[in-house]
């Protein structure tokens, strides 16, 4: 059991007016911690109710909701319509780092604080983004069929990521974390950032110049109207024909029909995609489901043991700093 579930209790404020906290989809924290949260809620006056399974509808969802003051969830679309049905609601505690999928205009509006579980992720994305990195250059998913088909490497020969450049597109917690990771392999890092920032051994430039000089390009913004298709056909032009983009960060932000035409045209050598316009189950015929030297992975970047722990960790935090009157990881505007 984790020692911060086992001590909620002696920081949950019985002073506090009663909350009814509702987590409306599973974000992963183990029954006994969960048990052991509910408890020490309790015990202080509020309730903590889970649900272990998405909802099927809106409607479902807005009957799960409609009584609460504190909303538990993670990247389930939460409507306007939805919260409008919420008329107690006064924070939602979201166990994801983007919140592009929460009506966050009518959570202004009314006043509901939004906060997000910041860092949660940021070793297990950036974890994966270097491994993405290495399994397109050593083509390992290839070479583990081939051997399974009783085959050879039949004149393969890969690619090291020493020496190679390796262009972060955004530079929060996440692309700072694979700037470390990539220093470490010996790769030279450019960085595009819309804020100045100084990182050690880093060298930031605007993004025209990364994507021309990068080997590898790989992506860590927020999805919002200003990153939507940032990298689109043009952007794609400007890139090595040798080289790789990487997307652990938000669908979107990539134009997926002008990175498959880049594929299929060899404009680009090769994409690792972790992330999508929804989340997979994806739709029969995707436009990278035929294209060459892709890695499709469904959604795993935060999926590791420690980043799941580390996440319902914030999130309760998150409730009780808010009722403490200390809000933190604010996401309103």
């Known amino acids: 059991m984790s020692s911060f579930f086992y001590s909620l209790i002696l920081r949950i404020n019985k002073k506090i007016q009663t909350m009814r906290i509702v987590q409306i989809e599973p974000i992963g924290i183990n029954p006994e911690d969960w048990k052991k949260a509910e ?54 505690s979201v166990a994801f780092a983007g919140v592009d999928h929460i009506a966050m205009d009518i959570c202004n509006e009314k006043g509901i604080v939004v906060s997000n579980a910041a860092g949660y992720s940021n070793h297990s994305v950036a974890e994966l983004t270097i491994g993405s990195a290495i399994n397109i250059y050593r083509k390992i998913l290839w070479s583990d069929q081939q051997t399974r088909n009783l085959s050879d490497r039949q004149g393969f020969l890969g690619a090291e990521l020493h020496g190679k450049t390796f262009g972060i597109v955004g530079t929060g917690q996440i692309g700072t974390q694979v700037a470390r990771l990539a220093n470490a392999f010996g790769c030279k890092v450019l960085a595009y ?14 993004l025209d110049y990364l994507l021309k000089n990068s080997d590898i390009v790989s992506i860590h913004v927020p999805l919002t109207q200003e990153t939507k298709h940032l990298i689109g056909k043009s952007e794609m032009k400007l890139m090595k024909k040798t080289a790789v ?25 090769g994409a690792a995609i972790d992330v999508y316009e929804k989340e997979p189950p994806l ?28 996440r319902g960790e914030i999130v309760m935090d998150n409730i009780i700093r808010w009722a403490e009157g200390k809000p933190q990881n604010i996401m309103n505007k």
Do not use: W
């Open 245 to 269: 983009l990487i997307n652990t960060a938000r669908g979107p932000v990539v134009d997926y029909h002008a990175l498959a035409a880049a594929l299929k045209n060899n404009s680009i050598s």
């Open 193 to 206: 950032n819309r804020s100045s920032k100084n990182i050690p051994n880093v060298e930031f430039a605007n």
């Open 39 to 92: 408890m020490n809620f309790k015990n202080a006056g509020h309730q903590l109710i889970r649900y272990d399974h998405k909802p099927q509808n809106e409607e479902e969802l807005i009957e799960r909701a409609k009584d609460a003051q504190v909303l538990i969830l993670s990247n389930l679309p939460l409507s306007s319509n939805v919260i409008s049905h919420c008329p107690d609601l006064k924070m939602i």
């Open 283 to 310: 739709d029969n015929g995707h436009p990278l489901f035929e294209v060459p030297n892709t890695l499709l992975l469904p959604h795993i970047g935060y999926a590791t043991k420690e980043a799941i722990q580390l």
